[in-house]
Each structure stands twice: as C-alpha cells, then as structure tokens.
Nanobody, 117 residues
C-alpha cells in the first residue's frame, strides 16, 4: 500500500534551517509528482511546494516559500526533500508530504516544525 513517512522536523531558532524528508513506498515513486503542505495551529492546511515526476524536476512554490525553501527528489532513494532556510516563527506547524495517485490523495503522518527562540 502507499506509504509516506515524513521526518526531520524539530525545534529551531528563528533564522535557522531544517531539511525535511519524505520516504515513499508502495508505488512507482518516479512516476508521480510530489507535494509538500503544512498546517499551522488553528489554520487550514496550505500548499508549500511541488515537484514534477521523472528526472526533469520542475518545481513550483507558494509565495512565502519562494527564495527560502527548496523542494527536491531522489528517485533512486524514493525520497522527497524540503530544504527550509531563514525560518520564521510563522513557519511553525505540522509539515506533510503528499502524492496523488489515480485521483486519490495520500498523506504522511506529518512532522512537527517549531520555530522559536
């Protein structure tokens, strides 16, 4: 079955960096686009970044992520990565990776990111 497992979250000071990983299994990873979302306390889940399937690696970012975050994928390791720099307190939330397969959205359990001094 499709499984997504996020890791790499934690507590970081403002201005710091984190790299999140999403380990995928149960589907042909290289054939599918991957997306990252986040959900802050008491807010709706929001789009962060998207990367296309295959080796072309086209990307798209939310405005708040442009220039600070970078999405990548390693098709050999079946992993999607989210590099986050210059983190701000408002980046605090649970971060999720997602894949859409045959019209169905699959999600991981999320990883908590807390930006605080």
């Amino acid at each position: 079955q499709v499984q997504l497992v996020e890791s790499g979250g934690g507590l970081v000071q403002p201005g710091g960096s984190l790299t999140l990983s999403c380990a995928a299994s149960g589907f042909m990873f290289s054939d599918y686009d991957m997306t990252w979302y986040r959900q802050a306390p008491n807010k709706e889940r929001e789009f962060i970044a998207w990367i296309s399937n295959g080796i072309s690696g086209r990307t798209r970012y939310a405005n708040f992520a442009e220039g600070r975050f970078a999405i990548a994928r390693d098709n050999r390791d079946r992993t999607s990565l989210l590099y986050m720099n210059h983190l701000k307190p408002e980046d605090t939330g649970v971060y999720y990776c997602s894949v859409r397969i045959a019209g169905v959205d699959y999600w991981g359990q999320g990883t908590q990111v807390t930006v605080s001094s």
